[in-house]
Antibody, heavy 116, light 108 residues
């Protein structure tokens, strides 16, 4: 049974970057996709991108290309999502989830607050 | 991108009643690649149904999904107290994967 545990809440200044981690246990890490989704009151749920750790190459929707970087460390079974050039609209709960299509299970979420 | 419109925004029902939630896509969803999630306050979304109508093993059989093309439905028969939550649809037949804005099922 795959479980995903994310890093803790972050408070960041506009223009800075944030890096959130997602540590997987159970299953065979590397063989399945990990996606990142954020949830904010306005836009709702949005996909930020995903990665299959054993292949190492991430994919991103056009909206987030150039601002999101997803990486994986197979030695620690951890996937990272870095979002740069933060603005107030990036304030949201960020989730990792297993899968590229339907997503199951999800991590517990990480609140990222962008405020000056 | 495929835009998903969920209706109604809020459904007020009593335990034991049935709920019918709609998810309409702006264009046809290939191969019925549509999923439904349940989210309770303070929790992450939980996958209930994929492929428009396939339940996960852990999903109670009072939840059923149907539909194809642009119109999909999630039906919850005999609402239990733990079913009051927000439900989201998501399509994964097109890129990028997109989500609906959700339907809140609240206790009347």
């Amino acid at each position: 049974q795959v479980q995903l545990v994310q890093s803790g809440a972050e408070v960041k200044k506009p223009g800075s970057s944030v890096k959130v981690s997602c540590k997987a246990s159970g299953g065979t890490f590397g063989s399945y996709s990990i996606s990142w989704v954020r949830q904010a009151p306005g836009p709702g749920l949005e996909l930020l991108g995903g990665i299959i750790p054993m292949f190492g190459k991430a994919n991103y929707p056009q909206k987030f290309q150039g601002r999101v970087t997803i990486t994986a460390d197979e030695s620690t079974s951890t996937v990272y999502m870095e979002l740069s050039s933060l603005r107030s609209e990036d304030t949201a709960v960020y989730y990792c989830a297993r899968g590229h299509d339907s997503l199951d299970p999800w991590g517990q979420g990480t609140l990222v607050t962008v405020s000056s | 991108e495929i835009v998903l419109t969920q209706s109604p925004g809020t459904l007020s029902l009593s335990p034991g009643e049935s709920a019918t939630l709609s998810c309409r896509a702006s264009q046809s969803v290939p191969s019925s690649f549509l999923a439904w999630y349940q989210q309770k306050p303070g929790q992450a979304p939980r996958l209930l149904i994929y492929g428009a109508s396939s339940r996960l093993t852990a999903t109670p059989d009072r939840f059923s999904g149907s539909g194809s093309g642009t119109d999909f439905t999630l039906t919850i028969s005999r609402l239990e107290p733990e079913d009051f939550a927000v439900y989201y649809c998501q399509q994964y037949g097109g890129s990028p994967r997109t989500f609906g804005r959700g339907t809140k099922v609240e206790i009347k």
